[in-house]
């Protein structure tokens, strides 16, 4: 059976209000003859935002995959598939904020990052050590969730602000 893992939802609502609480203000105090522009730059860049957010995993019982959008391609992140047997272990490491990233390593050398924003999070590490047997306890989201609200949270208060002082 094919699962698929989406982009965690607070995490593409953080980005996206921030990009939007970054750029809102920017057609609005451009000069004149670049209001259009400003504009449509504006669009375009909350068209990639949206599409570089939308980077799902897929399982099934032979493999692994994980798919990105054109724009992610097209800005170097990598489509790559993973048969569960060529699956060796997970190995973890640092960040230099202090949490830990997650490799699948493969019995050719290979490694793929583990996807650690996804929804459905505790049901793909169980798909994943099921198909694996390798043990999953020590992984967990590459930041704590309260940090994506958090940065939502402030965003919006932003926007509201701009909203605000733009009225008035």
């Known amino acids: 059976m ?6 965690l939802f607070f995490v593409k609502c953080s980005l996206i209000s921030l990009y939007l609480a970054l750029t809102i203000p920017l057609p609005f105090i451009s000069i004149e003859k670049f209001k259009i522009p400003s504009i449509i730059i504006f669009a375009l860049g909350l068209y990639l935002i949206i599409n570089i957010t939308s980077d799902y995993v897929e399982t099934c019982n032979n493999k692994i995959s994980y798919k990105s959008s054109f724009i992610s391609r097209f800005l170097g992140k990598k489509n790559w598939e993973i048969s569960w047997k060529d699956i ?11 949490s830990k990233v997650y490799y699948f390593n493969t019995f050719q050398g290979d490694n793929f990052l583990v996807p650690q924003r996804v929804e459905n999070f505790e049901k793909f590490l169980l798909i994943v050590s099921s198909n694996t047997g390798i043990s999953i306890d020590e992984i967990s989201y590459i930041s704590p969730l309260w940090t994506y609200k958090l940065l939502t949270l402030l965003s919006v208060l932003m926007i509201i602000g701009e909203l605000f002082a733009f009225l008035n």
Request: no cysteine; charged share 30%.
């Open 2 to 7: 094919i699962e698929k893992f989406k982009t």
């Open 88 to 98: 060796k272990l997970i190995k973890s490491l640092p960040t230099s904020q202090g």
